[in-house]
């Protein structure tokens, strides 16, 4: 298990199986540190329509797999815990009530 820090400095784990699953899609291959990177500083950061404890964090890459795109990593918070439920490359971040940066 690591532990990553998102763009508040809160800690936010990511273990061993939550990262197998996002690695074994061949796109996501060469973005691991990517996902540190992106929690740590998002160009945006969307609250979740479906659920209200997660945010997605999004940051823009040039020349993936798969051409450019954002990274999406989806974060679950609850009082005393973070993790991360997943992550994948996207067209456009979701529609969301911004968090971050403060309008």
Do not use: N
């Not at 950061?45 to 795109?69: C, H, I, N």
């Amino acid at each position: 298990m690591k532990t990553l820090h998102d763009y508040q400095g809160r800690p936010v784990r990511l273990t061993d199986e939550r990262l197998a699953h996002i690695l074994e899609h061949p796109e996501m291959a060469e973005l691991e540190a990517g996902l540190s990177e992106t929690l740590e500083h998002p160009s945006l950061v969307v609250q979740s329509r479906s659920d209200p404890t997660a945010e997605l964090s999004y940051r823009y890459y040039l020349g993936t797999r798969v051409g450019d795109k954002w990274l999406c990593v989806v974060v679950k918070y609850s009082a005393d815990d973070a993790f991360v439920l997943t992550a994948y490359l996207t067209d456009k971040p979701k529609k969301g009530e911004q968090l971050w940066p403060t309008k």
